[in-house]
């Protein structure tokens, strides 16, 4: 079992900037790749970033391309997601997790509790 525990979603303005942190128990062959997806009120979860720590490949959602950037920190089995010129489309609850086999945003199947994000306009 893996817990991922998510930090660092707050309420900020538009063009404003937050670095989301997940922290994971333990990296195992079920952690091979971290994700960030996000829900917005009314919406259904989106994939937005994904990094295989092992070999820091990165995938993004054309949404986010330029904007998010999803990094790692090995030794601290934390993965963060570093998002700037946040916009008001941007609120939602961001969620870490954990796949075993892809960045398919289909394969993840650990997941932390959410922190929230609000942009002000």
């Known amino acids: 079992q893996v817990q991922l525990v998510e930090s660092g979603g707050g309420s900020v303005p538009a063009g404003g900037s937050l670095r989301l942190s997940c922290a994971a128990s333990r990296y195992t062959y079920s952690t091979d790749y971290m994700g960030w997806f996000r829900q917005a009120p009314g919406k259904e979860r989106e994939g937005v970033a994904c990094?295989?720590?092992?070999?820091?490949?990165?995938y993004y959602a054309d949404s986010v391309k330029g904007r998010f950037t999803i990094s790692q920190d090995n030794s601290k089995n934390t993965v963060w997601l570093q998002i700037d010129s946040l916009k008001p489309e941007d609120t939602a609850i961001y969620y870490c997790a954990a796949a075993k086999t892809s960045c398919a945003w289909g394969d993840f199947t650990y997941w932390g509790q959410g922190t929230q994000v609000t942009v002000s306009s």
């Open positions: 990094v295989r720590p092992r070999t820091f490949y990165t």
